[in-house]
């Protein structure tokens, strides 16, 4: 799982499904869910697993109209095709993941 800003962000959009955890470090839920992805990152080689950090880029989180985090948005082929907000605990994580393969 990798950290991702600025221009490095919108390039692993490109990736044909790609899950953006965006997040802060001084939110609870956020550390919570981290170890979490962690786990289905490694478990599940069909998708990609990236954070971004809403403190550090605040435009791409307005963006995608990021109003709470965690925020984990599924993206296919560039385009975000879901969205889900608040600790997610791994089964629901992993069935959110399933509805872009």
């Known amino acids: 799982m990798k950290i991702v800003s600025g221009s490095e962000f919108e390039e692993?959009?490109?990736g044909?499904?790609?899950?953006?955890?965006?997040?802060?470090?001084?939110?609870?839920?956020?550390?919570?869910?981290?170890?979490?992805?962690e786990e289905v990152s490694n478990e599940m080689d069909n998708v990609?697993?990236?954070?971004?950090n809403v403190d550090n880029d605040p435009a791409i989180?307005?963006?995608f109209n990021v109003m709470s985090i965690p925020t984990l948005m599924l993206f296919?082929?560039?385009?975000?095709?879901a969205t889900t907000?608040?600790?997610q605990a791994k089964p629901q994580l992993i069935d959110f993941i399933k509805q872009g393969l």
């Open 12 to 14: 692993t959009l490109k």
């Open 16 to 37: 044909e499904l790609v899950l953006v955890d965006f997040y802060a470090d001084w939110c609870g839920p956020c550390k919570m869910q981290s170890p979490i992805l």
């Open 61 to 63: 989180a307005q963006k």
């Open 48 to 52: 990609t697993i990236v954070k971004l």
């Open 85 to 87: 907000v608040g600790f």
């Open 76 to 81: 296919k082929n560039g385009d975000a095709i």
